[in-house]
């Protein structure tokens, strides 16, 4: 039974290892090993992590069995969009995938940001069971996403009440 708590800065290496493998099972086949290890060295990294953990009007999660770290989030308030929280990540291991875990973790995060009308989040645009998470959440198409590193991405965003 995995719960939903914040995670601490003792967190991190596990956090990045779970970011990794979870990465790598998703999109090696469509993009290489060697795209992947580059963009989780930039985004996954520890360093990364903490400044992710210590961000101002942000919210960083995993859900913890007491052994494992089996998922993680990590959203804040939009430095740019009007009462917006941008889901930055919401990964979860393969190994536990379908369990509820990113669906805990979610339903915090969308708690956390009284402030927003409106939680956003940018899916890569073949990532057909994380757009079927977020549809399933109540999330819409909102156009095309930034699409960094050459992979393209779509915007979805969701009313919070």
Known sequence: ?????????????????LLGETAHAAYNA????????????????????????QRK??????????KVIGGMGFASMSESLHETA????LYVLP?????GIARDIFAEL?????YAGTMRVEVEENNAKAIGFYEAHGFVRAGA???????????????LD
Request: with cysteine; proline share 4%; glycine share 8%.
């Open 1 to 17: 039974m995995f719960f939903v708590r914040t995670a601490t800065e003792r967190d991190l290496a596990k956090v990045s290892a």
């Open 57 to 66: 009007n942000g919210e960083f999660l995993v859900a913890d069995d007491g």
């Open 95 to 99: 190994q536990f995938q379908r369990q």
């Open 110 to 114: 969308e708690t956390c940001f009284p």
């Open 30 to 53: 469509q993009y290489g090993a060697a795209k992947i290890d580059e963009m989780t060295a930039k985004w996954h990294s520890v360093a990364a992590l903490k400044a992710n953990l």
């Open 145 to 159: 996403g930034a699409g960094t590193w050459g992979i393209p991405t779509i915007a979805m965003e969701k009313p």
């Open 86 to 89: 941008v889901l930055h990540q």
